[in-house]
C-alpha cells in the first residue's frame, strides 16, 4: 500500500499538483544590507601599484532603542605561520572565541596586557593551539613574546552587526535588523577623537543602506615599538635560543 501512496505523490508532484510548503522566510524579513566606503586621509601606507590599502577599518552599529539584535558568535581562527598573526585585524561579537593556532616550527608566546581582554597564553609548540574568550568589550593588541614582529588586534564589540573594510575600503554589513543605530568605526592609525567625530546616529529600515563616504586620517600617526610582556624591551632574537620543538 506505501509503493501505491509513494507513486501517487510522486506522480502529482511531477505534474505540479502537490503544493509543498515553502521554508518560512522569517529568518530574511525585515533585514537590511548596510554598505559604504572608507578613505584614508595622509595615509601612511605606501601605495602597491598606484592603489592605497584601505583594508583593516572596523566598522559596526551599536542598537539603540526598539532595535532587535541577533547575536551570530561563531568561533574564529587567527593562524601563526611565518612569524606573523594571519589575520592582522580581526572583529568579533562579544562573548566569541578565538583560536590561535601555532603552525610555525618553533615556539610561539601569544599574550594581550594592554587593553580590552588580558591574556597569556605562555610557551606552546608547533602544531598546539590555545583558545581565548573574548568577554570583554574593547581592542586588544596581541603580540608575541618572543617575536617583536608579530603583532594583531582583536576588536570585541557588544553587538553582531559589524564589517572590516577591503582593500578598497569597501564594507557591508549583512542582515541588520530595522531599528535605530549609532555608527561607530576604528582605524588603528586613526586618534581617537576623530573616530568619536566620525561617529552618528542611524535609521535602518528593510532594504539596503547605502552610508557613502567615511574619511579617516591618519596624520600624526606615530607608530610606537611595544614591550614584552614583562613590561621589558625584547631581546634580539639571535640572542636567545630557538625554542624549536625536539
Request: charged share 25%.
Amino acid at each position: 500500500m506505501w509503493r501505491n501512496g509513494l507513486q501517487l505523490w510522486l506522480i502529482l508532484l511531477a505534474a505540479g499538483m502537490l503544493l509543498i510548503p515553502a521554508r518560512p522566510a522569517v529568518m530574511q524579513a525585515g533585514l537590511s544590507v548596510v554598505k559604504g566606503q572608507v578613505e584614508l586621509i595622509n595615509t601612511k601606507v605606501k601605495a602597491r601599484g598606484g592603489k592605497v590599502d584601505r583594508s583593516g577599518v572596523v566598522i559596526w552599529l551599536e542598537p539603540l532603542g526598539n532595535a532587535q539584535v541577533r547575536g551570530r558568535r561563531a568561533r574564529q581562527t587567527i593562524i601563526q605561520r611565518h612569524k606573523r598573526f594571519t589575520p592582522h585585524i580581526t572583529a568579533v561579537e562579544l562573548g566569541t572565541e578565538i583560536e590561535f593556532p601555532n603552525e610555525d616550527p618553533f615556539f610561539h608566546n601569544v599574550f594581550s596586557v594592554y587593553h580590552g581582554k588580558r591574556f597569556d597564553l605562555g610557551l606552546y609548540a608547533s602544531g598546539e593551539t590555545r583558545p581565548v574568550l573574548f568577554n570583554r568589550p574593547g581592542v586588544s593588541y596581541i603580540f608575541c613574546n618572543i617575536h617583536p614582529q608579530m603583532s594583531a588586534v582583536v576588536v570585541t564589540l557588544n553587538t553582531p552587526y559589524f564589517a572590516i573594510s577591503d582593500q578598497n575600503g569597501d564594507f557591508t554589513i549583512k542582515g541588520v535588523a530595522e531599528g535605530h543605530y549609532r555608527l561607530r568605526v576604528w582605524h588603528k592609525r586613526t586618534r581617537p577623537e576623530e573616530l568619536e567625530a566620525r561617529s552618528r546616529m542611524i535609521h535602518v529600515t528593510p532594504g539596503s543602506l547605502e552610508l557613502g563616504v567615511i574619511q579617516l586620517s591618519e596624520e600624526g600617526y606615530i607608530p610606537q615599538p611595544h614591550k614584552n610582556k614583562y613590561g621589558e624591551d625584547y631581546e634580539l632574537e639571535r640572542n636567545k635560543p630557538l625554542y624549536r620543538r625536539p
